[in-house]
């Protein structure tokens, strides 16, 4: 599916928003979460071709159980380069975490 030029997102990859080269992009998600063990911190980002936006990272506070549920939400304005970019929002915990919920929205804006 394209919503716009230069913003790509197929049903048959979940996991990658295809961006145009050399553009200018305004991304922000927002995601709820299931720990699956106590005290666990749950830290999400956005990664761009596998290199993470520090601006993005987000940290959904740790719960006394692993079956609650806590969410958090990020942001980030980043410039793509030449050829193919990949943008994904991935879970930076060494630790397996459950998504109950994310969204991602992007705009081209420049």
């Known amino acids: ?4 030029s230069g913003i790509t997102f197929s049903t048959n990859n979940r996991t990658v928003i295809e961006l145009a080269p050399n553009a200018t ?7 709820i979460e299931s720990p699956l063990m106590a005290n666990l911190s749950v830290l999400v980002q956005l990664i761009l071709n596998g ?22 939400a990020g942001s980030a304005v980043f410039n793509t380069g030449p050829g193919s970019n990949k943008l994904q929002l991935v879970n930076m915990n060494v630790q397996e975490i459950k998504l109950a919920f994310a969204n991602v929205n992007v705009i081209q804006i420049g």
């Open 25 to 31: 992009y305004f991304a922000s998600y927002s995601f």
């Open 51 to 72: 290199i993470p936006l520090d601006q993005s990272l987000s940290v959904a506070p740790s719960l006394a159980d692993g079956v609650s549920r806590s969410g958090g």
């Open 1 to 4: 599916m394209t919503n716009v």
